[in-house]
């Protein structure tokens, strides 16, 4: 066994046989103890080699253990998967011996093709609800369909003809409010699919699993293919993955689950962190835990343990410090969003005159609505940037869509680039109108006449209801002409998107929450963009140079804004946080708060250097900050930092203090007893101890906070205390608290201060009688003469 694994690895890597649940915590080195259990497994020969599978729900984690074990010849044969790829090997056997019609495998783009023959059914069929399906947003369906079949939610339970025991787990789809058509679109790709014996991506899961429900000889067959199964990222499993894998394990359980329920983040698509929860209980299985994270330096790892702690479904884990106190947690807070931005990118831009790359910056948002104007200034500073998993703000297409409308009405263009603005903006909002009505009218426009006109021609002979949705259209253009010679583009947008109600348009035609929610967000936030951009033709012109110079930013080395969602297992030597407020973090429209407390962590723990939170002051600090004591916590880890680096005999009052009480509240335990590498430990432990004593001989421990865990850390060191210098610890009397005082003339910049409303808070400055406050949620500025401070401490 290597000499580099920790006890808590070894321990895992020593697990031979039966169920194990091994709980990691972010930047555990979890991937390194896997893979020496893997290899001694087959070292040792508890398993053969080709009977071991390890899986997971991701390919990244699938790859990450494939190449570490590259390094061992005898681990070749090992099994190594994604779940979903391991449904597909089921499903493909299960065709090969004709137990279901399997034409064709699964490759990439066929859940649009699927879905594209779904709709010309539909269409042909003449079915009632065909006409909504004019302006469906396809990946928002397909999402919806992916969600149920995660969760084995059949599109028609009862006509699937499942056997007793799948009835037990698998269950009948609902469909989203206000969309109940999404259901029977459903229904219908799945009578498609069938029929032409097509396998999407999320069948791999749904009929991998069916497959071995109503067939008992293939599942033996799996069952005996593999005697250990282990299973990385198990936070991220949906119920179809989490059954099938109790299926394959059934005959010895030789399972080991490995995650962390803490970065399960991934709910609204099917996961849930009760599956790993659960696990322990399911299987009576031995419990694992892997605390040191070697990622993340102290400041990260202390705020981001005190955030999570306040999840009541969680397993009760902390994060244990290995890196030391290089590094840190950076509060900024900005009048406004427009300064929030500059002041972000400013700090990037005096990063990288220091030598620091693009790429090892990373932007870690909520909502993809939070960029517009964090790429204004990245583009104006000239630093190259690409949003991960999205467009630049303004190529979006909600925020494409309401342009098309604006352009259409300006530029008035024709040809192919007006009919593709024209097609994007005819049935949205919805309108019900055919596309045959839609190209008619526009071939009366390309033939000379105007929108307006054509749009009018069209009612003659239409039914009542078309004509007068065309009539509506007619008099929006008839107004956005008019609008457009005296109106600002902001006054202009604002007042089209209140026309159209677009936002309420996103939320509703959207089967996730989350995804409609961004969009109308990405709106709002666009259309605050716009407030200072000037006429709508200037608009367009601003938004064609970002447009332009982000493309001659294209192939350099580039810092990334991405979503919290997609940076999980990734890491950073930079970490920049925007929007650190109430609404933000946790996001307002969010029934989840413990997921958005997940998100906040696992942003919190990408850091492998600095993390820069920002926040706008004008509104309230994110409750997980306040909750969490941010200012209290980042101080004490930066008084012990101080304290650690020091000599003993230089150690002043304070900083000794500082140890006595900072040590065990930040739970740094195992890292001075394990990682804390200093030739000067025994000496400090023991000027920490004499300070206990000189604190109990006046009767002062409880005064001061200093408690009996809190000695037992340093007496875990084993050194006498012995006696220190004449007059050591003489001022620490002045640390004792002080009796609270109201009195204004008592304030003075630097105190600590307490307010019936705003709790504790740090005074910042103190000008004409008015004292600039930093409390949880901000910079309050309160006339000393009303506010009634109290000083603490």
């Not at 990622?295 to 955030?307: G, I």
């Not at 406004?336 to 500059?342: V, Y």
């Not at 407030?531 to 990334?560: C, F, I, M, N, Y």
């Not at 408690?707 to 610890?729: I, K």
Request: charged share 25%; proline share 4%.
């Amino acid at each position: 066994m290597s000499l580099h694994l920790t006890d808590e690895q070894r321990a895992i890597v020593a697990h031979d046989q039966g169920p194990a649940l091994v709980f990691a915590v972010a930047g555990a080195g979890k991937t390194t103890a896997l893979v020496h259990r893997l290899e001694r497994l087959v070292r040792e020969r508890v398993f053969e080699s080709r009977k071991i599978l390890a899986t997971s729900f991701s390919r990244l984690a699938v790859e990450d253990l494939r190449r570490a074990l590259a390094r061992w010849p005898h681990t070749q044969g090992v099994q190594l998967s994604t779940l979903h790829a391991l449904g597909y090997r089921i499903v493909r056997k299960a065709a090969a011996e004709g137990l279901l019609l399997l034409k064709r495998g699964w490759e990439e783009g066929l859940e649009q093709a699927l879905l594209q023959r779904a709709l010309r059914r539909a269409r042909d069929l003449k079915l009632p609800w065909a006409p909504e399906l004019e302006n469906l947003e396809s990946e928002d369906f397909l999402s919806y369909v992916g969600a149920c079949k995660g969760n084995l939610q059949y599109a028609d339970l009862k006509a699937a003809g499942l056997p007793p025991e799948a009835l037990k787990v698998a269950s009948q789809a609902s469909a989203p409010r206000e969309l109940e058509w999404y259901l029977e679109l459903y229904r219908l790709l799945e009578q498609v699919r069938q029929e032409e014996g097509l396998l999407t991506f999320d069948d791999m899961l749904l009929l991998g699993w069916e497959v071995l429900v109503r067939h008992p000889d293939i599942l033996q067959t799996v069952q005996k293919a593999f005697q250990a199964v282990l299973v990385d990222e198990f936070q991220d499993v949906n119920l179809a993955q989490s059954e099938l894998l109790d299926l394959i394990t059934r005959p010895h359980r030789n399972y080991m689950a490995v995650g962390d329920d803490d970065q399960t983040i991934y709910e609204w698509r099917g996961a849930s962190p009760r599956f790993i929860l659960e696990f322990a209980g399911r299987y009576r299985a031995q419990k694992y835990l892997i605390r040191d994270t070697f990622r993340c330096p102290a400041a990260q790892v202390a705020l981001a343990a005190r955030v999570i702690v306040h999840n009541q479904n969680r397993a009760p884990k902390q994060l244990s410090l290995t890196k030391g106190f290089v590094g840190g947690v950076h509060l900024r807070l900005e009048p406004h969003t427009p300064a929030q931005a500059q002041a972000l990118v400013g700090e990037m831009a005096r990063l990288l005159a220091q030598g620091r790359r693009p790429s090892e910056m990373v932007v870690l948002l909520r909502l993809y609505a939070q960029t517009p104007y964090i790429e204004q200034y990245l583009i104006e500073a000239q630093i190259p940037y690409r949003v991960v998993g999205s467009e630049p703000f303004y190529q979006r297409p909600e925020v494409r869509t309401l342009l098309a409308y604006v352009r259409l009405a300006l530029e008035k263009p024709l040809g192919e680039e007006g009919r593709r603005l024209w097609l994007q903006v005819y049935n949205t909002p919805k309108r019900y109108l055919s596309r045959t009505l839609a190209e008619s009218v526009w071939q009366q426009v390309e033939q000379g006449a105007s929108l307006v006109a054509a749009l009018r021609a069209a009612q003659a002979g239409a039914e009542e209801r078309v004509a007068r949705r065309l009539e509506e259209l007619a008099l929006l253009f008839e107004w956005l002409e008019g609008a457009l010679k005296r109106d600002s583009a902001h006054a202009l947008l604002e007042a089209l998107e209140a026309r159209l109600d677009y936002r309420r348009h996103l939320l509703r035609s959207s089967g996730f929450y989350e995804v409609g929610a961004g969009k109308a967000e990405g709106v709002r936030a666009f259309l605050e963009y716009t407030r200072d951009k000037g006429s709508v033709p200037a608009l367009l012109q601003h938004l064609g140079q970002l447009a332009q110079e982000h493309l001659e930013g294209e192939g350099q080395d580039r810092v990334s804004l991405m979503t919290i969602f997609r940076a999980k297992g990734l890491e950073w030597p930079l970490v920049f946080i925007p929007d650190c407020n109430e609404g933000t973090l946790p996001y307002s429209g969010s029934e989840n708060l413990e997921e958005e407390r997940r998100l906040f962590y696992v942003a919190l723990t990408r850091s492998s250097q600095h993390t820069y939170l920002y926040a706008i002051s004008s509104l309230p600090l994110s409750p997980f900050l306040r909750e969490a004591e941010h200012l209290q916590v980042l101080g004490a880890v930066e008084q012990v930092g101080e304290a650690l680096a020091r000599p003993a005999a230089q150690l002043s009052t304070a900083q000794t203090l500082a140890l006595a009480l900072g040590a065990h509240k930040l739970g740094l335990e195992r890292y001075l007893y394990r990682w804390w590498n200093s030739s000067e430990a025994q000496a400090i432990a023991a000027k920490v101890l004499r300070l206990f004593i000189h604190a109990d001989r006046n009767n002062w421990l409880e005064a001061l906070g200093l408690t009996a865990e809190a000695r037992g850390l340093w007496e875990v060191f084993g050194v006498a205390p012995g006696e220190g210098p004449s007059g050591e610890f003489a001022d620490l009397k002045r640390f004792l608290p002080k009796p609270p005082s109201s009195d204004p003339a008592s304030i003075r910049a630097g105190q600590k201060v307490r307010h019936a409303q705003y709790g504790l808070g740090r005074v910042v400055s103190l000008e004409d009688g008015v004292a600039t406050v930093a409390f949880g949620d901000g910079l309050r500025r309160l006339a000393l003469r009303y506010a009634r401070l109290e000083v603490v401490g």
